[in-house]
C-alpha cells in the first residue's frame, strides 16, 4: 500500500515538473552566508526520516530502521508538521545505489525517488545525505568518498538535479579526525571531484558539506571550487567532548559561518547518544540559542526514532534526565519548541 501511495506521488510530481522549470516551491540558493528560499532569507528547521536508509536486505538486521521504514507513509509528513518543520533530511545508503555493488537494489532506488518526489509535493524541502555507515548496509572502512559515492549520485542525480528545493549533502560525516593541514588536504581531494561530478552530472542543487571531525568542525576549512557558486556547509554539533561551550561552537563552525551558509544537518541530545552527562539538559538549551543568535539552522535527528518521539507521539525531554544502561529522556520537546520560537 504504501509503495503505491509513493509511486502515485511520484507520478504526479513528474508531471507537474513536466510543465516547466521553477514550478516546486522552495527553491533553494545561498548568496554570501545566507540561505535563501525563493529568493528571502531562510534558516532551516528540519528533521532527520530515516525510513529510506536500510536496503530492505538489511533491515532484518536493523529493527529500528525496519520499524521507521513501516510506518513512512501519508502520515510522515503531517507528524514533520506538527514538530514544527519545514525540510526533511533522508539519509540513503551509498551501497544499495551502487550499480557495481553487491548491495545494488533497483527497488531501493525506486523508494528512495518516490520517497523524495513525495516530500516535495507535500511541499517540505528536502537534503539527501549520502550514508556510508552501519546503518546503510555496511560501512566503509576508509569513511571517507570513494568511487562508491561517486556512482551511487549518478545514479539518482537525473531525477532531481533540476529542483532546486532539493539539496544535497554530498556525503555525510567525513572520518576526518582533526583539523589539520593534512586533513583539510585529504577534505579537499576526495571532496572536490564529488562536487565536479554532480555539476557535470547538471546538479543545479545547493551542495552541503560536511567538515572534518565527522562534521564537526570547519576551524581551517580551505575553500572549494564550484562553478555554480552554491555550495553550504553541514555540520553535526553533538555536544561530546571539546564541543560543549561557546567557545568551541565559536572556534569549531560560528566564524565560519560569518562568511559561509552553514547549516546545522544532524543534532539531537539524549540519554542513549554517547554523551550523557547531568549538564546535557542546559548545554543543548544553550547551543540551540546559539544557533539561533547565529541564524543558523538546525536538522534534528531523527523524528522516526525513539530518540524524538515517544510511542505516545509526545516529544522525548530533558526534564527528568535519566544516563546509564536504562537511560531514558531526550531533546524532542525542546527542539520542538525552539523551531515553534521563529
Known amino acids: 500500500m504504501i509503495r503505491r501511495w509513493l509511486a502515485a506521488v511520484a507520478i504526479t510530481l513528474c508531471l507537474a515538473a513536466a510543465a516547466g522549470p521553477g514550478r516546486a516551491a522552495g527553491d533553494v540558493s545561498v548568496d554570501g552566508n545566507r540561505f535563501l528560499r525563493d529568493g528571502r532569507p531562510w534558516v532551516a528547521e528540519g528533521v532527520t526520516l530515516v525510513a529510506l536508509l536500510t536496503p530492505e536486505a538489511r533491515r532484518e538486521k536493523k529493527p529500528t530502521y525496519a520499524a521507521a521504514r513501516a510506518a513512512f507513509g501519508p502520515g510522515t509528513f503531517e507528524a514533520v508538521r506538527r514538530f514544527g518543520a519545514d525540510l526533511v533530511r533522508y539519509q540513503v545508503s551509498q551501497y544499495a545505489l551502487d550499480p557495481e ?23 517540505l524541502n528536502v537534503i539527501v545525505s549520502m550514508q556510508w555507515q552501519g546503518a546503510a548496509g555496511r560501512r566503509d572502512p576508509s569513511g571517507l568518498p570513494s568511487a562508491t559515492t561517486a556512482r551511487a549520485w549518478r545514479e539518482i542525480i537525473p531525477a532531481f538535479a533540476g529542483d532546486r528545493g532539493v539539496l544535497l549533502e554530498v556525503f555525510n560525516e567525513p572520518a576526518i579526525g582533526h583539523s589539520r593541514p593534512a586533513d583539510w588536504k585529504t577534505w579537499s581531494v576526495t571532496t572536490q571531484p564529488l562536487i565536479d561530478l554532480l555539476r557535470q552530472s547538471g546538479s543545479r542543487n545547493v551542495l552541503l558539506l560536511g567538515g572534518v571531525q565527522y562534521s564537526r568542525s570547519f576551524d581551517g576549512a580551505p ?10 556547509y553541514a555540520v553535526h554539533p553533538f555536544l561530546g567532548p571539546h564541543n560543549q561551550t561557546r567557545a568551541d561552537w565559536r572556534r569549531k563552525f560560528g566564524d565560519f559561518a560569518r562568511t559561509h551558509p552553514v547549516m546545522a544537518t544532524a543534532f539531537n541530545a539524549q540519554a542513549g547518544g554517547g554523551y550523557c552527562r547531568p549538564e546535557l539538559p542546559e548545554q543543548a538549551a544553550a547551543l540551540l540559542d546559539y544557533l539561533r543568535r547565529q541564524q543558523i539552522g538546525l536538522v534534528a535527528w531523527a523524528l522516526d526514532m525513539p530518540n524524538l518521539t515517544n510511542p505516545d507521539d509526545s516529544y522525548t525531554t530533558l526534564d527528568d534526565l535519566v544516563c546509564g544502561k536504562d537511560g ?3 531533546a524532542g520537546q525542546l527542539i520542538h519548541e525552539h523551531f515553534l520560537a521563529r
Open 328 to 330: 531514558q529522556g531526550g
Open 101 to 123: 555493488s553487491k548491495a545494488y537494489d533497483p527497488a531501493y532506488r525506486d523508494d528512495v525517488l518516490a520517497g523524495i518526489a513525495a516530500t516535495r509535493a507535500a511541499g
Open 223 to 232: 575553500t572549494l571550487d564550484d562553478p555554480l557558486g552554491q555550495l553550504g
